[in-house]
Protein backbone atom coordinates (compact mmCIF):
# COMPACT_ATOMS: atom_id res chain seq x y z
CA UNK A 1 0.00 0.00 0.00
CA UNK A 2 2.69 2.40 -1.11
CA UNK A 3 0.64 4.27 -4.07
CA UNK A 4 -1.32 7.64 -2.76
CA UNK A 5 -3.85 7.93 -0.59
CA UNK A 6 -6.43 10.61 -0.23
CA UNK A 7 -8.12 10.51 2.50
CA UNK A 8 -10.65 13.42 1.20
CA UNK A 9 -11.35 11.76 -1.51
CA UNK A 10 -12.43 8.33 0.45
CA UNK A 11 -14.60 10.37 2.51
CA UNK A 12 -16.26 12.52 -0.09
CA UNK A 13 -17.00 9.42 -1.84
CA UNK A 14 -18.41 7.53 1.04
CA UNK A 15 -20.27 10.41 2.04
CA UNK A 16 -21.78 10.86 -1.15
CA UNK A 17 -22.70 7.69 -1.58
CA UNK A 18 -24.33 7.42 1.63
CA UNK A 19 -22.29 4.44 2.26
CA UNK A 20 -23.22 1.89 4.84
CA UNK A 21 -21.34 -0.89 7.06
CA UNK A 22 -22.06 -4.07 9.14
CA UNK A 23 -19.80 -6.08 11.63
CA UNK A 24 -20.82 -9.46 12.40
CA UNK A 25 -18.50 -9.86 15.47
CA UNK A 26 -17.57 -13.62 16.90
CA UNK A 27 -15.75 -14.91 19.80
CA UNK A 28 -14.79 -13.73 23.51
CA UNK A 29 -15.36 -9.41 24.18
CA UNK A 30 -11.89 -8.39 23.44
CA UNK A 31 -13.04 -8.61 20.06
CA UNK A 32 -16.41 -7.18 20.84
CA UNK A 33 -14.13 -4.33 21.61
CA UNK A 34 -12.27 -4.18 18.56
CA UNK A 35 -15.13 -3.98 16.79
CA UNK A 36 -16.16 -0.95 18.61
CA UNK A 37 -12.79 0.42 17.26
CA UNK A 38 -13.34 -0.49 13.75
CA UNK A 39 -17.15 1.06 13.72
CA UNK A 40 -15.34 4.23 15.53
CA UNK A 41 -12.94 3.98 12.45
CA UNK A 42 -15.51 3.82 9.93
CA UNK A 43 -18.13 6.43 11.18
CA UNK A 44 -15.25 8.91 11.18
CA UNK A 45 -15.02 8.09 7.79
CA UNK A 46 -18.46 8.86 7.02
CA UNK A 47 -19.87 5.39 7.03
CA UNK A 48 -23.06 4.87 8.97
CA UNK A 49 -24.26 1.29 10.17
CA UNK A 50 -26.29 -0.69 8.48
CA UNK A 51 -29.30 -2.40 10.04
CA UNK A 52 -29.01 -5.81 7.55
CA UNK A 53 -26.18 -7.27 6.75
CA UNK A 54 -27.46 -7.94 3.27
CA UNK A 55 -28.28 -4.48 2.30
CA UNK A 56 -24.65 -2.68 3.64
CA UNK A 57 -22.32 -1.71 1.61
CA UNK A 58 -19.08 -3.21 3.66
CA UNK A 59 -19.58 -6.55 5.74
CA UNK A 60 -16.76 -7.19 7.86
CA UNK A 61 -16.51 -10.27 9.75
CA UNK A 62 -14.47 -10.53 12.95
CA UNK A 63 -13.60 -13.76 13.61
CA UNK A 64 -12.44 -15.76 16.43
CA UNK A 65 -10.14 -18.94 16.29
CA UNK A 66 -10.38 -20.56 20.29
CA UNK A 67 -12.19 -23.80 18.82
CA UNK A 68 -12.83 -25.27 15.55
CA UNK A 69 -16.62 -25.11 15.63
CA UNK A 70 -16.29 -20.84 15.76
CA UNK A 71 -14.25 -21.27 12.90
CA UNK A 72 -16.83 -23.74 10.60
CA UNK A 73 -19.50 -21.90 11.47
CA UNK A 74 -17.74 -18.57 10.01
CA UNK A 75 -16.66 -19.97 6.80
CA UNK A 76 -20.08 -20.90 6.49
CA UNK A 77 -21.18 -17.27 6.90
CA UNK A 78 -18.36 -15.61 4.99
CA UNK A 79 -19.70 -17.75 1.91
CA UNK A 80 -23.43 -17.13 2.12
CA UNK A 81 -21.59 -13.42 1.01
CA UNK A 82 -21.52 -14.67 -2.19
CA UNK A 83 -25.53 -14.47 -2.99
CA UNK A 84 -25.53 -10.96 -1.85
CA UNK A 85 -22.60 -9.89 -3.50
CA UNK A 86 -24.41 -10.82 -6.75
CA UNK A 87 -27.12 -8.17 -6.11
CA UNK A 88 -24.77 -5.84 -4.58
CA UNK A 89 -21.47 -5.74 -7.44
CA UNK A 90 -20.30 -2.65 -4.95
CA UNK A 91 -20.09 -4.24 -1.62
CA UNK A 92 -17.16 -4.75 -0.25
CA UNK A 93 -16.66 -8.07 2.40
CA UNK A 94 -13.90 -8.34 4.34
CA UNK A 95 -12.57 -10.57 7.42
CA UNK A 96 -10.49 -9.65 10.36
CA UNK A 97 -9.72 -10.63 13.54
CA UNK A 98 -8.03 -13.70 15.36
CA UNK A 99 -8.82 -16.16 12.47
CA UNK A 100 -6.43 -14.20 10.03
CA UNK A 101 -3.54 -14.26 12.28
CA UNK A 102 -2.58 -17.72 11.65
CA UNK A 103 -0.33 -18.59 9.27
CA UNK A 104 -2.16 -19.14 5.60
CA UNK A 105 -5.34 -18.87 6.63
CA UNK A 106 -6.16 -15.06 4.66
CA UNK A 107 -4.82 -17.02 1.63
CA UNK A 108 -7.09 -19.85 1.86
CA UNK A 109 -9.57 -17.66 2.37
CA UNK A 110 -9.15 -15.71 -0.90
CA UNK A 111 -8.86 -18.66 -2.65
CA UNK A 112 -11.82 -19.94 -1.48
CA UNK A 113 -14.08 -16.79 -1.69
CA UNK A 114 -12.69 -14.79 -4.64
CA UNK A 115 -15.41 -12.31 -3.41
CA UNK A 116 -13.95 -11.76 -0.38
CA UNK A 117 -11.42 -8.09 -1.31
CA UNK A 118 -10.08 -7.20 2.14
CA UNK A 119 -8.34 -9.26 5.00
CA UNK A 120 -6.63 -7.58 7.75
CA UNK A 121 -4.99 -8.84 11.27
CA UNK A 122 -5.81 -7.84 15.07
CA UNK A 123 -3.63 -4.60 14.83
CA UNK A 124 -4.57 -3.17 11.53
CA UNK A 125 -7.33 -1.88 11.91
CA UNK A 126 -6.30 1.42 12.35
CA UNK A 127 -5.17 1.23 8.26
CA UNK A 128 -8.56 0.08 7.53
CA UNK A 129 -9.34 3.58 6.00
CA UNK A 130 -6.31 3.63 3.51
CA UNK A 131 -7.23 -0.22 3.04
CA UNK A 132 -10.62 0.68 1.52
CA UNK A 133 -9.41 3.74 -0.77
CA UNK A 134 -7.51 0.94 -3.27
CA UNK A 135 -10.65 -1.45 -2.68
CA UNK A 136 -12.65 1.52 -3.86
CA UNK A 137 -10.59 3.59 -6.18
CA UNK A 138 -7.89 0.79 -7.46
CA UNK A 139 -9.99 -2.48 -7.54
CA UNK A 140 -7.16 -3.56 -5.78
CA UNK A 141 -7.77 -7.23 -2.91
CA UNK A 142 -5.54 -6.07 0.03
CA UNK A 143 -3.85 -8.45 2.93
CA UNK A 144 -3.03 -6.91 5.58
CA UNK A 145 -1.72 -8.89 8.38
CA UNK A 146 0.88 -8.07 10.66
CA UNK A 147 2.76 -10.07 14.00
CA UNK A 148 3.24 -8.39 16.62
CA UNK A 149 2.39 -5.18 16.50
CA UNK A 150 1.29 -2.59 18.88
CA UNK A 151 -1.94 -1.15 18.89
CA UNK A 152 -1.82 2.60 18.75
CA UNK A 153 -3.66 4.78 20.82
CA UNK A 154 -6.65 7.22 20.35
CA UNK A 155 -8.17 5.26 17.79
CA UNK A 156 -11.70 6.72 17.88
CA UNK A 157 -14.64 4.02 18.97
CA UNK A 158 -18.26 3.97 18.71
CA UNK A 159 -19.18 2.03 21.79
CA UNK A 160 -22.05 0.86 23.01
CA UNK A 161 -24.19 3.46 24.70
CA UNK A 162 -24.21 3.62 28.68
CA UNK A 163 -24.02 2.46 31.29
CA UNK A 164 -21.27 0.19 30.66
CA UNK A 165 -18.65 -0.24 28.77
CA UNK A 166 -14.61 -2.05 28.05
CA UNK A 167 -11.64 -0.56 28.11
CA UNK A 168 -8.86 -2.34 27.37
CA UNK A 169 -5.56 -2.71 29.30
CA UNK A 170 -3.19 -4.68 27.84
CA UNK A 171 -3.17 -6.78 24.56
CA UNK A 172 -1.27 -10.06 24.11
CA UNK A 173 -0.54 -13.19 26.26
CA UNK A 174 2.73 -14.85 27.34
CA UNK A 175 1.67 -18.10 29.00
CA UNK A 176 1.19 -20.68 26.20
CA UNK A 177 -1.10 -22.98 27.56
CA UNK A 178 -0.47 -25.56 25.69
CA UNK A 179 -4.14 -25.89 23.98
CA UNK A 180 -4.48 -22.35 23.27
CA UNK A 181 -4.10 -20.34 20.13
CA UNK A 182 -4.83 -17.05 21.85
CA UNK A 183 -0.73 -16.39 21.74
CA UNK A 184 0.08 -16.99 18.20
CA UNK A 185 -2.73 -15.00 16.93
CA UNK A 186 -2.43 -12.13 19.97
CA UNK A 187 1.05 -12.25 20.26
CA UNK A 188 3.33 -10.92 23.11
CA UNK A 189 1.92 -9.20 25.97
CA UNK A 190 1.82 -6.04 26.06
CA UNK A 191 0.49 -3.37 28.93
CA UNK A 192 -0.74 -0.05 27.86
CA UNK A 193 0.34 2.96 30.19
CA UNK A 194 -2.03 3.64 33.30
CA UNK A 195 -2.40 7.49 32.62
CA UNK A 196 -3.76 6.57 29.10
CA UNK A 197 -6.32 4.17 30.91
CA UNK A 198 -7.52 6.08 33.67
CA UNK A 199 -7.64 9.19 30.73
CA UNK A 200 -9.97 6.75 29.11
CA UNK A 201 -12.50 5.80 32.49
CA UNK A 202 -12.59 9.23 33.44
CA UNK A 203 -13.43 10.47 29.89
CA UNK A 204 -16.09 7.59 30.00
CA UNK A 205 -17.45 8.83 33.04
CA UNK A 206 -17.91 11.99 31.68
CA UNK A 207 -20.07 10.26 28.79
CA UNK A 208 -22.52 8.58 31.67
CA UNK A 209 -20.68 5.59 31.51
CA UNK A 210 -21.20 4.06 35.61
CA UNK A 211 -19.21 0.61 35.06
CA UNK A 212 -16.10 -0.47 33.06
CA UNK A 213 -15.04 -3.79 32.38
CA UNK A 214 -11.30 -4.03 32.35
CA UNK A 215 -10.39 -6.41 29.44
CA UNK A 216 -7.00 -8.64 28.81
CA UNK A 217 -6.04 -11.82 28.35
CA UNK A 218 -4.41 -12.38 31.37
CA UNK A 219 -5.25 -8.94 33.52
CA UNK A 220 -2.63 -9.97 36.39
CA UNK A 221 0.00 -9.68 34.61
CA UNK A 222 -0.37 -6.27 33.89
CA UNK A 223 2.88 -4.23 34.14
CA UNK A 224 5.16 -6.64 33.88
CA UNK A 225 7.23 -4.61 31.13
CA UNK A 226 7.27 -2.09 33.33
CA UNK A 227 9.62 -1.01 36.49
CA UNK A 228 7.30 -2.15 40.04
CA UNK A 229 3.39 -1.64 38.41
CA UNK A 230 0.98 -4.22 38.72
CA UNK A 231 -2.01 -4.93 38.16
CA UNK A 232 -3.90 -4.19 41.74
CA UNK A 233 -1.93 -0.87 41.46
CA UNK A 234 -4.03 -0.14 38.08
CA UNK A 235 -6.46 -1.35 39.94
CA UNK A 236 -6.34 1.17 42.63
CA UNK A 237 -6.11 3.72 40.29
CA UNK A 238 -8.84 3.21 38.57
CA UNK A 239 -11.04 3.20 41.68
CA UNK A 240 -9.54 6.42 42.59
CA UNK A 241 -11.48 7.76 39.72
CA UNK A 242 -14.70 7.64 41.46
CA UNK A 243 -16.57 4.92 38.78
CA UNK A 244 -19.17 3.98 40.07
CA UNK A 245 -18.23 0.34 39.19
CA UNK A 246 -15.30 -2.06 37.82
CA UNK A 247 -14.85 -5.09 36.84
CA UNK A 248 -11.94 -7.22 35.15
CA UNK A 249 -11.33 -10.13 33.37
CA UNK A 250 -9.40 -13.04 33.10
CA UNK A 251 -7.71 -13.95 35.78
CA UNK A 252 -5.32 -16.47 35.55
CA UNK A 253 -5.02 -18.47 38.89
CA UNK A 254 -0.51 -18.79 38.70
CA UNK A 255 -0.96 -14.43 39.21
CA UNK A 256 -3.49 -14.01 41.77
CA UNK A 257 -2.51 -12.79 44.87
CA UNK A 258 -3.12 -11.71 48.16
CA UNK A 259 -2.76 -7.99 47.12
CA UNK A 260 -4.89 -8.01 44.49
CA UNK A 261 -8.17 -9.90 46.73
CA UNK A 262 -7.10 -6.87 49.37
CA UNK A 263 -7.63 -4.12 47.08
CA UNK A 264 -11.26 -5.76 45.84
CA UNK A 265 -12.09 -5.55 49.10
CA UNK A 266 -10.92 -2.22 49.78
CA UNK A 267 -13.03 -0.58 47.38
CA UNK A 268 -16.40 -0.53 47.40
CA UNK A 269 -16.10 0.27 43.23
CA UNK A 270 -14.41 -2.61 42.88
CA UNK A 271 -17.23 -5.34 42.39
CA UNK A 272 -16.93 -8.53 44.49
CA UNK A 273 -16.60 -10.88 41.25
CA UNK A 274 -13.85 -12.71 39.97
CA UNK A 275 -13.45 -14.95 36.62
CA UNK A 276 -11.01 -17.49 37.54
CA UNK A 277 -10.69 -20.06 34.99
CA UNK A 278 -9.56 -23.79 36.39
CA UNK A 279 -9.40 -25.28 33.03
CA UNK A 280 -9.25 -29.07 35.01
CA UNK A 281 -9.18 -30.81 38.51
CA UNK A 282 -6.38 -33.07 38.30
CA UNK A 283 -2.88 -31.48 38.68
CA UNK A 284 -1.50 -34.11 36.30
CA UNK A 285 -3.58 -32.58 33.13
CA UNK A 286 -2.76 -29.20 34.55
CA UNK A 287 0.85 -29.73 34.29
CA UNK A 288 -0.16 -30.86 30.95
CA UNK A 289 -1.53 -27.80 29.88
CA UNK A 290 1.17 -25.52 31.29
CA UNK A 291 -1.16 -23.96 33.81
CA UNK A 292 1.58 -23.56 36.26
CA UNK A 293 -0.96 -24.55 39.20
CA UNK A 294 -2.03 -27.41 41.09
CA UNK A 295 -4.93 -28.40 42.22
CA UNK A 296 -4.15 -27.72 45.60
CA UNK A 297 -2.52 -24.61 44.97
CA UNK A 298 -5.97 -23.89 42.93
CA UNK A 299 -8.33 -25.07 46.07
CA UNK A 300 -5.85 -22.71 48.51
CA UNK A 301 -6.55 -20.05 46.35
CA UNK A 302 -9.77 -20.42 46.38
CA UNK A 303 -9.74 -20.20 50.46
CA UNK A 304 -8.19 -16.90 50.63
CA UNK A 305 -10.02 -15.20 48.49
CA UNK A 306 -13.44 -16.63 50.31
CA UNK A 307 -11.41 -15.31 53.89
CA UNK A 308 -11.04 -12.03 52.37
CA UNK A 309 -14.03 -11.21 50.35
CA UNK A 310 -16.79 -14.08 51.62
CA UNK A 311 -20.04 -12.90 49.46
CA UNK A 312 -17.45 -13.45 46.63
CA UNK A 313 -19.64 -14.34 43.06
CA UNK A 314 -16.60 -16.77 41.28
CA UNK A 315 -17.12 -18.12 37.59
CA UNK A 316 -14.35 -20.24 35.72
CA UNK A 317 -13.52 -21.68 32.80
CA UNK A 318 -13.64 -25.65 32.64
CA UNK A 319 -11.82 -27.43 30.12
CA UNK A 320 -13.21 -31.67 29.03
CA UNK A 321 -11.16 -33.95 26.78
CA UNK A 322 -7.71 -32.47 27.21
CA UNK A 323 -5.61 -35.36 25.60
CA UNK A 324 -5.00 -38.37 27.90
CA UNK A 325 -7.36 -37.24 30.25
CA UNK A 326 -8.42 -40.36 31.88
CA UNK A 327 -11.68 -40.99 33.36
CA UNK A 328 -10.45 -40.11 36.72
CA UNK A 329 -8.60 -36.96 36.23
CA UNK A 330 -12.21 -36.41 34.57
CA UNK A 331 -14.24 -37.03 37.79
CA UNK A 332 -11.30 -34.83 39.79
CA UNK A 333 -12.51 -31.95 37.66
CA UNK A 334 -16.06 -32.87 38.55
CA UNK A 335 -15.16 -33.02 42.36
CA UNK A 336 -13.43 -29.53 42.04
CA UNK A 337 -16.51 -28.23 40.84
CA UNK A 338 -18.46 -29.83 43.91
CA UNK A 339 -15.78 -28.54 45.89
CA UNK A 340 -15.72 -24.94 44.84
CA UNK A 341 -19.08 -24.16 43.86
CA UNK A 342 -18.98 -21.63 41.39
CA UNK A 343 -21.67 -19.36 40.98
CA UNK A 344 -21.89 -19.39 36.97
CA UNK A 345 -19.42 -21.47 34.53
CA UNK A 346 -18.27 -21.61 30.71
CA UNK A 347 -17.54 -25.50 29.85
CA UNK A 348 -15.64 -26.28 26.61
CA UNK A 349 -15.18 -29.35 25.03
CA UNK A 350 -11.55 -29.63 24.22
CA UNK A 351 -10.82 -28.49 20.54
CA UNK A 352 -7.54 -29.56 18.77
CA UNK A 353 -6.03 -26.56 17.40
CA UNK A 354 -2.98 -26.82 14.52
CA UNK A 355 0.26 -25.22 15.52
CA UNK A 356 -0.23 -25.75 19.41
CA UNK A 357 1.45 -28.50 21.12
CA UNK A 358 -1.48 -30.42 22.77
CA UNK A 359 -2.92 -30.99 18.99
CA UNK A 360 0.44 -33.03 18.55
CA UNK A 361 -0.08 -35.01 22.26
CA UNK A 362 -0.96 -38.69 21.57
CA UNK A 363 -4.38 -39.86 23.19
CA UNK A 364 -6.61 -37.53 21.67
CA UNK A 365 -10.16 -38.39 23.21
CA UNK A 366 -12.69 -39.89 21.82
CA UNK A 367 -15.86 -37.73 20.76
CA UNK A 368 -18.23 -39.84 22.18
CA UNK A 369 -16.72 -39.69 25.16
CA UNK A 370 -15.87 -36.24 25.25
CA UNK A 371 -19.89 -35.88 24.26
CA UNK A 372 -20.45 -37.42 27.96
CA UNK A 373 -18.05 -35.72 29.62
CA UNK A 374 -19.30 -32.59 28.76
CA UNK A 375 -22.66 -33.50 29.66
CA UNK A 376 -22.54 -34.55 32.62
CA UNK A 377 -20.24 -31.12 34.06
CA UNK A 378 -23.04 -28.86 32.22
CA UNK A 379 -25.66 -30.86 34.28
CA UNK A 380 -23.63 -30.46 37.44
CA UNK A 381 -23.31 -26.86 36.77
CA UNK A 382 -27.00 -26.00 35.63
CA UNK A 383 -27.80 -27.17 39.33
CA UNK A 384 -24.97 -25.64 41.27
CA UNK A 385 -25.67 -22.11 39.52
CA UNK A 386 -29.64 -22.81 40.23
CA UNK A 387 -28.52 -23.18 44.07
CA UNK A 388 -26.06 -20.88 44.45
CA UNK A 389 -28.97 -18.18 42.89
CA UNK A 390 -31.68 -19.92 45.41
CA UNK A 391 -28.95 -19.09 48.61
CA UNK A 392 -29.89 -15.07 47.16
CA UNK A 393 -33.80 -15.36 47.35
CA UNK A 394 -34.50 -12.74 50.49
CA UNK A 395 -31.14 -10.94 50.03
CA UNK A 396 -31.02 -7.06 49.00
CA UNK A 397 -28.66 -5.91 46.31
CA UNK A 398 -27.93 -3.02 44.19
CA UNK A 399 -28.27 -3.34 40.49
CA UNK A 400 -27.43 -1.11 37.45
CA UNK A 401 -29.92 -0.86 35.01
CA UNK A 402 -28.88 -1.65 31.80
CA UNK A 403 -32.13 -1.62 29.59
CA UNK A 404 -35.14 -3.76 28.82
CA UNK A 405 -35.63 -7.27 30.11
CA UNK A 406 -34.93 -9.33 26.47
CA UNK A 407 -37.79 -11.90 28.22
CA UNK A 408 -40.88 -10.07 29.32
CA UNK A 409 -42.81 -6.71 28.75
CA UNK A 410 -42.84 -3.84 31.48
CA UNK A 411 -39.25 -5.41 32.99
CA UNK A 412 -36.36 -4.53 33.42
CA UNK A 413 -32.82 -5.83 33.55
CA UNK A 414 -29.45 -5.44 34.80
CA UNK A 415 -26.68 -7.24 37.16
CA UNK A 416 -26.07 -6.70 40.79
CA UNK A 417 -22.70 -6.18 42.36
CA UNK A 418 -21.65 -9.54 42.16
CA UNK A 419 -22.17 -9.72 38.16
CA UNK A 420 -25.80 -11.51 38.32
CA UNK A 421 -28.69 -10.71 36.23
CA UNK A 422 -31.75 -9.59 37.90
CA UNK A 423 -34.84 -9.04 35.76
CA UNK A 424 -37.36 -6.91 37.15
CA UNK A 425 -40.57 -4.70 37.08
CA UNK A 426 -39.33 -1.10 36.63
CA UNK A 427 -39.68 2.04 33.91
CA UNK A 428 -37.19 2.47 31.14
CA UNK A 429 -36.00 5.39 32.36
CA UNK A 430 -34.15 3.82 35.55
CA UNK A 431 -31.55 2.87 32.63
CA UNK A 432 -28.21 3.84 33.83
CA UNK A 433 -29.56 4.06 37.53
CA UNK A 434 -28.24 1.53 40.49
CA UNK A 435 -31.36 0.68 42.17
CA UNK A 436 -31.60 -0.91 45.58
CA UNK A 437 -33.47 -4.43 44.83
CA UNK A 438 -34.89 -7.52 46.64
CA UNK A 439 -34.32 -10.97 45.02
CA UNK A 440 -37.58 -12.35 44.99
CA UNK A 441 -36.93 -15.59 42.64
CA UNK A 442 -34.53 -17.79 41.39
CA UNK A 443 -34.50 -19.08 37.89
CA UNK A 444 -32.27 -21.31 36.36
CA UNK A 445 -29.03 -18.49 35.29
CA UNK A 446 -30.67 -15.57 36.36
CA UNK A 447 -32.41 -13.67 39.32
CA UNK A 448 -36.15 -12.03 39.95
CA UNK A 449 -36.13 -9.03 41.57
CA UNK A 450 -38.48 -6.08 42.85
CA UNK A 451 -37.48 -2.58 43.40
CA UNK A 452 -37.12 -1.79 47.37
CA UNK A 453 -38.95 0.93 49.16
CA UNK A 454 -41.96 1.01 46.45
N1 LIG B 1 -10.40 -26.02 23.04
C1 LIG B 1 -11.44 -25.79 23.89
N2 LIG B 1 -11.50 -24.72 24.69
C2 LIG B 1 -10.50 -23.81 24.63
N3 LIG B 1 -10.28 -22.67 25.29
C3 LIG B 1 -9.13 -22.13 24.87
N4 LIG B 1 -8.56 -22.92 23.93
C4 LIG B 1 -9.40 -23.98 23.76
C5 LIG B 1 -9.37 -25.14 22.95
N5 LIG B 1 -8.36 -25.39 22.12
C6 LIG B 1 -11.17 -22.18 26.36
C7 LIG B 1 -10.43 -22.03 27.67
C8 LIG B 1 -10.32 -20.54 27.83
C9 LIG B 1 -11.58 -20.07 27.13
C10 LIG B 1 -11.59 -18.64 26.73
O1 LIG B 1 -11.66 -20.90 26.00
O2 LIG B 1 -11.23 -22.57 28.70
O3 LIG B 1 -10.24 -20.12 29.17
FE1 LIG C 1 -4.82 -18.86 26.23
FE2 LIG C 1 -3.67 -19.55 28.54
FE3 LIG C 1 -3.20 -17.11 27.49
FE4 LIG C 1 -5.62 -17.69 28.50
S1 LIG C 1 -3.67 -17.62 29.67
S2 LIG C 1 -5.19 -16.67 26.53
S3 LIG C 1 -5.85 -19.87 28.00
S4 LIG C 1 -2.59 -19.10 26.63
Same mark, same amino acid.
Given at each position: ?49 ? #? ?8 ? =? ?7 ? +? ?99 ? #? ?42 ? $?? #? ?42 ? =???? +? ?34 ? $? ?15 ? @? ?54 ? @? ?8 ? @? ?56 ? +????? $? ?7
Amino acid at each position: MEKNFDIEKLERYIIDNSLTYYIETYGCQMNAHDSEKISGILSSLGYSRA #QDKDKADLVL =FNTCCVREN +AENKIYGNVGKMKQYKKHNEDMIVGVCGCMMQQKGVADDLFRMFPFVELAFGTTNMQDLPEMLYHIIFDKERIKLIEDDKIAEENVPMKRTPPPLSTVNIM #QGCNNFCTYCIVPYVRGREHSRRIGDIITEVESLMKDGYREVML $LG #QNVNSYGSEFDRVTFPMLLEEVAKTGIDRIRFMTSHPKDATLEL =FETM +ARHDNICNQLHLPVQAGSSRVLKAMNRRYTREDYLS $LIKTLRSIIPDVVLSSD @IMIGFPGETDDEFEETVSLMEEVRYDSAFTFVYSPRKGTPAAEMPDQIPEEIKQKR @IMKIVALQNR @ITYESNLKDVGRSDRVLVEGKSSRDEGFIAGKTDGGKMVNLRGDISLVGQIIPVRIAE +AKKTT $LVGEIEGR
